[in-house]
């Protein structure tokens, strides 16, 4: 998560915060393929 959080410029702390905040909004895990697809398809317009 420490380079992701670096590719971002942000903190990792941040990120992780912002995660679980996307989790708590959608009901969607960005930690499952299952919930990375639905968010995926969601900023995409994709049915």
């Given at each position: 998560m420490y380079k992701k959080a670096a590719s971002l410029y942000i903190h990792r702390n941040t990120l992780r915060y912002r995660l679980l905040k996307i989790e708590?909004?959608?009901?969607?895990?960005?930690?499952?393929?299952?919930?990375?697809?639905?968010?995926?398809?969601?900023?995409?317009?994709?049915?």
């Open positions: 708590e909004l959608t009901g969607y895990s960005p930690k499952t393929s299952e919930g990375m697809t639905a968010l995926s398809r969601a900023l995409n317009g994709s049915p």
